[in-house]
């Protein structure tokens, strides 16, 4: 008996949830974010909530057999727990909440070996052997790593461009900051961009990477920083992987998140920079879809119900 499952992908900026039956996509919606420390718990809620209203009318269900959640920030206390308890109530009969990487790593390899590496508001690189053994890089959060990441890119811009300021060096980049912040002077900029909780930093990568295109250096060295992070990341795991899991044979990269999809000197250097480092390792050249990792775990987990098969 083949059996509705949910998939949810939980990223920084928004949260998109698809309802399947075998091969048949039933439905798909999009929402906003579900990260208790971007959004807070309250709008965190409401906006599953909304979410699982919108795909259940969707696809004209009132439950499904099993739901699988990738979500940033899976391992905070409690966050598994209050997805849990949101599920339940829409009679989800088997769930599970992992990491945004775990769906995305299962989108690229359903299970096999391989490292992947996001970069969209935050970053993170995880890397699975053929001995099923897992390893990682990043993945630290916006203060304290994420090195590379739309937020990385937007933060260090700014303080990049600050420097820029003092040395008189050109740059157009508190121009255009200032203008997307509405802070018409470069004391009123400081004050918002060190406040708390902060304006929304990774809102600012679009913008640095036009600049960039347009022959800002400023910005040009910004991205190209976050390039060079993004491919020592991988080639971390992949060094990991190697030395604790006594890997033979090279294992394939693949990627998710706009910092590489959207910015194109991110993405040709971050490329560029892995086939000087490794060239016999495969890169996949198109961006992983974390919802189908997401499906794809749900349909294993709804079969390893007895009462399913």
């Not at 206390?77 to 299962?106: N, Q």
């Not at 890089?137 to 990385?152: F, I, K, P, Q, V």
């Amino acid at each position: 008996m083949t059996l509705a499952v949910l998939g949810i992908d939980g990223g920084g900026t928004r949260t998109r949830a698809s309802i399947v039956i075998g091969k048949e996509v039933l439905a798909f919606a999009e929402g906003g974010s579900i990260k208790r420390l971007r959004v807070g718990p309250e709008v965190a809620e409401q906006n599953l909530r909304a979410l699982l209203d919108e795909i259940y009318r969707q696809a004209g269900v009132t439950s499904v057999a099993a739901a699988s959640a990738g979500v940033a920030s899976a391992a905070m206390p409690g966050v598994p727990e209050w997805i849990t308890e949101v599920f339940r109530e829409f009679d989800i009969a088997r769930s599970e909440v992992v990491g945004d990487e775990v769906i995305a790593l299962d989108a690229a390899f359903q299970g096999g070996p391989g490292i992947l590496q996001i970069a969209g508001t935050g970053t993170n690189c995880i890397g699975r052997s053929p001995d099923g053994g897992r390893e990682t890089a990043g993945g630290w959060s916006s203060r304290l790593g994420d090195e590379g990441s739309g937020y990385w890119i937007g933060l260090h811009g700014v303080r990049r461009a600050l420097q820029a300021y003092d040395r008189e060096q050109p740059t157009r980049i508190l121009d255009v900051v200032g203008r997307i912040w509405e802070t018409p002077t470069i004391e009123e900029l400081v004050n918002l961009g060190d406040s708390t909780p902060g304006p929304d930093f990774a809102a600012l990568a679009p913008a640095i990477s036009e600049l960039a295109e347009q022959g800002d250096t400023v910005a040009a060295g910004v991205l190209a920083q976050a390039a060079a992070d993004l491919v020592d990341s991988v080639l971390l795991v992949r060094s990991k992987l190697y030395r604790k899991h006594n890997l033979t044979e090279e294992v394939p990269v693949a990627w998710i998140g706009s910092v590489i999809g959207k910015a194109r000197l991110v993405r040709e250097a971050f490329f560029a920079g892995l086939d000087a480092a490794a060239p016999t390792m495969p890169v996949r050249q198109h961006e992983v879809a974390g919802i189908e990792g997401a499906i794809w775990r749900a349909k294993r987990l709804a079969l390893s119900d007895p009462e399913s098969r």
